[in-house]
C-alpha cells in the first residue's frame, strides 16, 4: 500500500468518541497500551496480578505514549477456558478502580464480553470504552446496555468463540464477509442510538493464517463505514507463527505489521509494546505530511 495525495480523503470518517463527555481524537492515530490481569495470558510479559507492578506498568505506558489503557480479565486466546462472570468482576474491577484512582484523568477500555460486567464497572468507575472481543455475539444484552449507558464501543468482528474460533474458519470472502457482519450489527447498533463506535476487524479471531494476511493487505476496504477502526496485532500467532519465533520475539513482527495497518487505514493500534508502536505512528505521521 502507497500513501498518496488522496489516500484517506475520498470518504469523510468519524475520527472521534465522546468518552462521558469528553472527546477523544484519532486525526492522529492513537496507541491503546494492554494490561492483562489474568493468571494465563499468551504472553508473559503483558499480564500482572498485582497492584504496585500494575500501576507503575501503566505509568510506563503513559510515559511512552499510550492515549488508552486496555484492561482486560479474561483470557481470549485460542482454546483458553473462559473464566466466570464471578471471576472476572473479581480481577477486573479492582484493577479499573485502582488505575482510575492513580490516574484519573487517562482514558480506560474495559476487554469484555459481558454487559453485566461492563455495567458494574460503570456504575464504580464511570465513563469507560467498552472493547467487546465478540462484537456482542456472546451476550445477546450486550447492544442493549451499550445503548443504554452511551459509552463507545469496540465492535470486534468474531467467528465462534474463544474456544473454538481456531478450529476450521470459513470465509466466502474475509473482506466481504467481515464487512457483511459491520453492516448489519452498525446498523443495529445505530438504530438503538449507539452513537460512538470503533470497528475493529478481529486478527486471529476465528481467521487462520492466510485469512488474517488477506485481511491485513485489504484493511483499507473499512474505510466505507466511515468510523475508527482499531487494530490489535500485538505479538499475535499469525506473526510468531509465520517467523518460527516464540510471542516474546515478536515485537519486530509486530511493529512491521502495525506499520502497514497505519498505512491501511488503523486509527488505533492495540500493542503490549506502547513505545514501539508510538514510535511508528510519529514516522507514519511523518511519511504522511510529506504527501500533502
Known amino acids: 500500500m502507497l500513501i498518496t495525495q488522496s489516500a484517506g480523503r475520498f470518504l469523510k470518517r468519524k475520527n472521534s468518541i465522546n468518552l462521558g463527555g469528553r472527546l477523544i481524537d484519532f486525526s492522529v492515530p492513537a496507541v491503546m497500551g494492554v494490561l492483562n490481569v489474568t493468571p494465563d495470558s499468551f504472553y ?3 499480564k500482572t496480578q498485582d497492584e504496585r507492578e500494575m500501576l507503575s506498568m501503566v505509568e510506563e505506558m503513559l510515559i511512552e505514549g499510550a492515549d488508552i489503557i486496555d484492561i482486560g480479565a479474561v483470557s481470549t486466546r485460542p482454546g483458553a477456558p473462559v473464566a466466570s462472570t464471578k471471576t472476572e ?3 477486573l474491577l479492582p484493577a479499573v478502580v485502582a488505575v482510575r484512582k492513580a490516574f484519573p484523568e487517562i482514558a480506560i477500555s474495559i476487554d469484555t464480553f459481558r454487559s453485566w460486567v461492563a455495567l458494574r464497572v460503570i456504575e464504580e468507575v464511570g465513563p469507560v470504552i467498552i472493547n467487546d472481543i465478540s462484537g456482542g455475539t456472546l451476550d445477546p444484552k ?11 464501543y469496540v465492535l470486534c468482528h468474531i467467528q465462534g468463540n474463544p474456544r473454538n474460533m481456531q478450529d476450521d474458519p470459513q470465509y466466502e470472502d474475509v473482506i466481504k464477509d467481515i464487512s457483511n457482519f459491520f453492516s448489519d450489527k452498525v446498523k443495529q447498533l445505530t438504530k438503538m442510538g449507539v ?3 470503533i470497528i475493529d476487524p478481529g486478527f486471529g479471531f476465528g481467521k487462520n493464517m492466510l485469512h488474517n494476511y488477506d485481511l491485513m493487505n485489504r484493511l483499507d476496504s473499512f474505510k466505507v463505514f466511515q468510523l475508527p477502526v482499531l487494530v490489535g496485532l500485538s505479538r499475535k500467532s499469525m506473526i510468531w507463527r509465520l517467523l ?11 511493529t512491521v505489521l502495525n506499520t502497514m495497518a497505519l498505512m491501511g487505514g488503523a486509527d488505533i493500534l492495540r500493542v503490549h509494546d506502547v513505545k514501539e508502536a508510538a514510535e511508528a505512528i510519529t ?10
Open 89 to 91: 468482576l473479581e480481577r
Open 244 to 254: 518460527s519465533i516464540k510471542p516474546e520475539d515478536a515485537l519486530n513482527g509486530t
Open 283 to 292: 514516522l507514519f505521521e511523518a511519511l504522511k505530511s510529506t504527501a500533502k
Open 142 to 152: 450486550m447492544y442493549e446496555t451499550i445503548a443504554k449507558v452511551q459509552m463507545p
Open 195 to 197: 452513537n460512538d463506535i
Open 44 to 46: 508473559e510479559g503483558g
